[in-house]
């Protein structure tokens, strides 16, 4: 088995071989998005507690499907609008699926879903000091992710660009800053909407990359969604070999010099 192979995501102290990690909403039907968590080959899919209610019996098929899926379920607090609100959502969330495992979203705009970074920085700390595993959804504002990272996360999730907009990377330098900054695993979040924006991330060298909307509303999920894991894979495995540094100038493939010129006698 080969370096690339063998490297695997650690979050919070447990290994997954995927990046790839996939939200549950949208799907034309529960068949759909089984098939299209089948073909992302992913180990950890997103669900929200507000969209759903396993206590009452609503949405049995999804809920089968997930448990089989046996990948590991990451239960977020999407459509919370306070710290309050947020730590309430984590912790029924916790109960009714037994795991300390959270995405932690706090929206402080209802125009381009922005997450609020003093409510997040506040459920953040509080959720952590609960024992839960806190992945936090959050800009790419470097002070932000560092007072996240000082409060315990253990990784960070911050956008791309705002969520379901399809924009990819709209600030690099600060995606760029926050990689070369930061020590913690960096997941991109929100905002990807061709597998090609999914290479571009790894190949930065991010950690993983968390999509739902161009997986759900593509033609063909499924097949979307084994065109994000093979770019995935495929950015991972040039940010290891490194990539070429970019030249202002033209540079030669098959340089001249020191190479001999052969001619015929007599020429």
């Known amino acids: 088995m080969n370096a690339a192979q063998d490297d695997t995501l650690t979050l919070y102290g447990e290994a997954f071989a995927s990046r790839f990690l996939l939200g549950t909403a949208l799907y034309s039907s529960p068949t759909v998005m089984q098939e299209a968590i089948r073909a992302s080959g992913c180990e950890m899919v997103t669900l929200g507690l507000r969209r759903q209610n396993p206590a009452s019996g609503d949405g049995d098929a999804f809920w089968q499907i997930l448990r089989d899926s046996g990948c590991r379920l990451l239960p977020n607090t999407a459509g919370c609008r306070s710290a309050r609100e947020a730590i309430t959502l984590a912790q029924m969330s916790r109960e009714l699926f037994d795991t300390p495992w959270i995405k932690l979203e706090v929206i402080g705009d209802d125009y381009n879903l922005q997450p609020d970074p003093f409510g997040l920085l506040e459920a953040a700390r509080e959720l952590i000091d609960q024992g839960f595993k806190v992945l936090p959804y959050c800009t790419d504002d470097l002070i932000l992710c560092q007072r996240l990272r000082d409060a315990g996360c253990e990784a960070l999730m911050p956008w791309g660009s705002p969520i379901g907009t399809g924009l990819g990377l709209m600030n690099r330098y600060a995606l760029t800053t926050l990689r070369q900054r930061l020590d913690v695993p960096l ?47 495929a950015g991972r495995k040039a940010h290891l070999a490194g990539l070429m540094q970019q030249r202002q100038t033209a540079s030669p493939s098959t340089p001249t010099v020191g190479q001999p010129f052969w001619h015929r006698d007599g020429a």
Do not use: C, H, W, Y
């Open 187 to 233: 997941i991109i979040d929100a905002g990807l909407g061709a597998p090609s924006q999914a290479a571009e991330a790894m190949e930065m060298g991010f950690d993983g990359v968390l999509l739902n909307t161009a997986v759900a509303k593509a033609q063909r999920p499924a097949l979307m969604a084994e065109a994000f894991a093979e770019a995935i894979r």
